[in-house]
Every structure is written in structure tokens, then in C-alpha cells.
């Protein structure tokens, strides 16, 4: 499925899943002026957000509506450089040689497409060349790697996993999972934590189902896993889906996950390598203890449970521990004990 059409149902589960009051994400459109190339296009920026799907245990805030996650990043697509609105500023001025090395140095990424006249350049190849522009002009580490898990997040919003098989299963797959979380008693938190938990809950019990519904169940946990980045869940959820449909089919929606699953994880190493450098500069107790944590979710989610484990307890005296972090590391460090 194309990410336009991706993103259509991205819109249409959103307005589904919630009443027309919780639309609270808004964009404008706005003139941009490249300060690289002098190029001019338009632009859609976030007016207003909000968060009332809750966040993931890797910091992701979840709004209702369109993910403004793909709306933040901002790409020049005659010269590449990218960046976020205030990036594109009048402002924002560079020298010559700077400008020539940026000319230089960025690149048309693999997956530029032109839909109906216009340039689509995915919103991870966004970031990835926002990481690219932020090296060259010696930006600071904590963009560098905030653009990596933006780029990670990205991929969770719009590569969803059951979408290659057609809006049918894509429906039945979201239709099943909406109707459990309103019937089974799951702990009190956000819609992702609830979202989680019902998929660890209904996982165990999918091979006892009985034929008219396990494919639909089946599928629905996989979304689950897959929309919150529980990616080795996922993966483990969907080879229960051999057999349930034709091996053509089955091929083609394993393939796409392990795929969209992959590029996830290439962006969340990015984002490991740079926070593991900036937290091997500092001793523990003067390491933010959000920057331990999140190392040790990064490794959960690529599957170093031991390295994972190292992280959290290492977060447990990090500068900073907030009470609300401490319980997210106890309930992580469970996951890989």
C-alpha cells in the first residue's frame, strides 16, 4: 500500500477510534524560501497538537489525529537540505562555502517518488537527511539523535503491518482489537499502555481461538505490537498468521513487516549510538537518568536484553529520577529479566 494511502487510513482509524472533539492537531500551510538554493515551496507546519493516545515506553507522544510526527520535518527538494520550520527561517543565513558544501554533500534519498505532480519524500528520509544537514553544520548531538527516534517513529506511524493485505483485513484486524480493549479488564493508563497490555494479554491465547475469528484476532494483536514499536512481539505475533491465509499473501504481509521493522531499528541504532557516546562521558550519578532509561529501551526493542537490563539499572541512580520514570523502569526491566 502507498504511504498516501497509508496515511488516509492513518486518518480514518484516527476518526474511528475518536470523537470529533479530541481533533486537536492542526497544520497551516506556510511559504517556505530554501536559505541553501533560494528554491521556493509550501509546507505544512503543526499549529497544534496533543497527546491523548498516550506515549510509548520509548517517549513517543501519540496524538489523536494526524501524526504531527510527519508533519515536522522539512525538506528542500531541490537541493535537500532539511531541517524543521525554524530552520527554513529568513533568518537563517549561510556563507558561501557553507552553502556549497551542504550543495555538495546532500543527496536525492532512494524513496523520492512524484504523485500527481507533486515530490513525496517519506518522512523518515526527511529526518535521515535532517541528520545529514545537522552533522554538517556541527548541530548538537541531542537533535542529531531526537531526529534518529523521529525518523524510528515515523516508520511506526505509517508502515503498518496488516495493511498489505487490503482494507478488509485492515479493518477486521482494528475492528477486533477496538471491541476487546472495551471488554477486557486491563490496567488503568493511556490508550497505548492499554493498547499494549490487551496485545500481551490476547497473544498467549490466539492458537485456542476458534477458526472464524483467529485471523482477525491474530491480525489485530500484530497492529498492536506493530503501532507501539514492539517489534520482536510482532514479528513472534505474525508467524501465527501462516496457514490462516494463502502462502502468496501470508509471504507478502511477513515480508512488508520484517521490512518496515528493519527500517525502524536502523533508525533507533542511530539513535543508541548517540546517546551511548554521550552517556559514556559522564558517571552515573551525574548522567541524566531519562538518557539511561531510554538506552535500555532502545536495547530492549532490538532485543540486547542483557545491555537493556545494564541501562535500567544504571537509570535507577541517574540524575533527575522522577518518580513516574522509576516505575517505567521497573515495569521495562521486567520485560528482559
Same mark, same amino acid.
Given at each position: 500500500?502507498?504511504? %498516501?494511502?497509508?496515511?488516509?487510513?492513518?486518518?480514518?482509524?484516527?476518526?474511528?477510534?475518536?470523537?470529533?472533539?479530541?481533533?486537536?492537531?492542526?497544520?497551516?500551510?506556510?511559504? !517556505?524560501?530554501?536559505?541553501?538554493?533560494?528554491?521556493?515551496?509550501?509546507?505544512?507546519?503543526?499549529a497544534?497538537? %496533543? %497527546?491523548?493516545?498516550?506515549?510509548?515506553?520509548?517517549?513517543?507522544?501519540?496524538?489523536?489525529?494526524?501524526?504531527?510526527?510527519?508533519? =515536522?520535518?522539512?525538506?528542500?527538494?531541490s537541493?535537500?537540505y532539511?531541517?524543521?520550520?525554524?530552520?527554513?527561517?529568513?533568518?537563517?543565513?549561510?556563507?558561501?562555502?557553507?552553502?556549497?558544501?551542504?550543495?555538495?554533500?546532500?543527496?536525492?534519498?532512494?524513496?523520492?517518488?512524484?504523485?500527481?505532480?507533486?515530490?513525496?519524500?517519506? /518522512?523518515?528520509?526527511?529526518?535521515?537527511?535532517?541528520?545529514?544537514?545537522?552533522?554538517?553544520?556541527?548541530?548538537?548531538?541531542?537533535?542529531?539523535?531526537?531526529?534518529?527516534?523521529?525518523?524510528?517513529?515515523?516508520?511506526r506511524? !505509517?508502515?503498518?503491518?496488516?495493511?498489505?493485505?487490503?482494507?478488509?483485513?485492515?479493518?477486521?484486524?482494528? %475492528? @477486533?482489537?477496538?471491541?476487546?480493549?472495551?471488554?477486557?479488564?486491563?490496567?488503568?493508563?493511556?490508550?497505548?499502555?492499554?493498547?499494549?497490555?490487551?496485545?500481551?494479554?490476547?497473544?498467549?491465547?490466539?492458537?485456542?481461538?476458534?477458526?472464524?475469528?483467529?485471523?482477525?484476532?491474530?491480525?489485530?494483536?500484530?497492529?498492536?505490537?506493530?503501532? =507501539?514499536?514492539?517489534?520482536?512481539?510482532?514479528?513472534?505475533?505474525?508467524?501465527?498468521?501462516?496457514?490462516?491465509?494463502?502462502?502468496?499473501?501470508f509471504l507478502?504481509? @511477513?515480508?512488508?513487516?520484517?521490512?518496515?521493522?528493519?527500517?525502524?531499528? =536502523?533508525?533507533?541504532?542511530?539513535?543508541?549510538? !548517540?546517546?551511548?557516546?554521550?552517556?559514556?562521558?559522564?558517571?552515573?550519578?551525574?548522567?541524566?537518568?531519562?538518557?539511561?532509561?531510554?538506552?535500555?529501551?532502545?536495547?530492549?526493542?532490538?532485543?540486547?536484553? /542483557?545491555?537493556?537490563?545494564?541501562?535500567?539499572?544504571?537509570?535507577?541512580?541517574?540524575?533527575?529520577?522522577?518518580?513516574?520514570?522509576?516505575?517505567?523502569?521497573?515495569?521495562?526491566?521486567?520485560?528482559?529479566?
Amino acid at each position: 500500500m502507498s504511504c %498516501n494511502k497509508r496515511i488516509t487510513l492513518v486518518l480514518a482509524a484516527a476518526a474511528w477510534l475518536w470523537t470529533a472533539a479530541s481533533w486537536a492537531t492542526s497544520t497551516v500551510e506556510i511559504a !517556505i524560501q530554501c536559505p541553501v538554493c533560494g528554491n521556493t515551496f509550501t509546507a505544512h507546519v503543526v499549529a497544534s497538537t %496533543n %497527546n491523548f493516545r498516550g506515549q510509548d515506553r520509548d517517549f513517543y507522544e501519540r496524538a489523536a489525529g494526524f501524526p504531527p510526527v510527519l508533519m =515536522h520535518p522539512i525538506t528542500c527538494t531541490s537541493c535537500w537540505y532539511s531541517g524543521y520550520h525554524r530552520d527554513f527561517d529568513s533568518t537563517v543565513h549561510f556563507d558561501d562555502a557553507t552553502r556549497q558544501l551542504l550543495r555538495d554533500s546532500l543527496a536525492r534519498p532512494a524513496d523520492y517518488t512524484i504523485h500527481e505532480g507533486r515530490a513525496m519524500v517519506p /518522512a523518515w528520509s526527511k529526518y535521515e537527511l535532517i541528520i545529514q544537514t545537522s552533522r554538517l553544520l556541527g548541530k548538537s548531538w541531542q537533535r542529531i539523535q531526537f531526529a534518529a527516534m523521529r525518523a524510528a517513529w515515523s516508520v511506526r506511524e !505509517i508502515q503498518d503491518p496488516v495493511s498489505p493485505l487490503g482494507d478488509d483485513y485492515w479493518l477486521c484486524a482494528a %475492528n @477486533y482489537a477496538d471491541s476487546m480493549i472495551k471488554v477486557i479488564d486491563l490496567p488503568s493508563g493511556t490508550r497505548a499502555c492499554r493498547e499494549v497490555a490487551l496485545a500481551r494479554r490476547l497473544a498467549p491465547e490466539l492458537r485456542q481461538l476458534d477458526d472464524s475469528v483467529r485471523l482477525c484476532a491474530t491480525l489485530g494483536v500484530v497492529q498492536l505490537f506493530r503501532s =507501539h514499536g514492539e517489534n520482536g512481539e510482532a514479528l513472534e505475533t505474525a508467524e501465527q498468521v501462516e496457514g490462516l491465509i494463502a502462502l502468496d499473501q501470508f509471504l507478502t504481509f @511477513y515480508d512488508s513487516l520484517l521490512a518496515s521493522v528493519e527500517r525502524e531499528r =536502523h533508525y533507533q541504532k542511530i539513535a543508541l549510538q !548517540i546517546l551511548e557516546e554521550a552517556c559514556a562521558e559522564w558517571p552515573d550519578d551525574m548522567t541524566p537518568a531519562d538518557n539511561l532509561y531510554l538506552c535500555g529501551e532502545i536495547c530492549r526493542r532490538l532485543g540486547r536484553y /542483557a545491555d537493556a537490563a545494564r541501562y535500567f539499572e544504571r537509570a535507577q541512580s541517574g540524575m533527575a529520577l522522577s518518580e513516574g520514570l522509576s516505575h517505567w523502569i521497573r515495569e521495562q526491566r521486567a520485560l528482559v529479566d
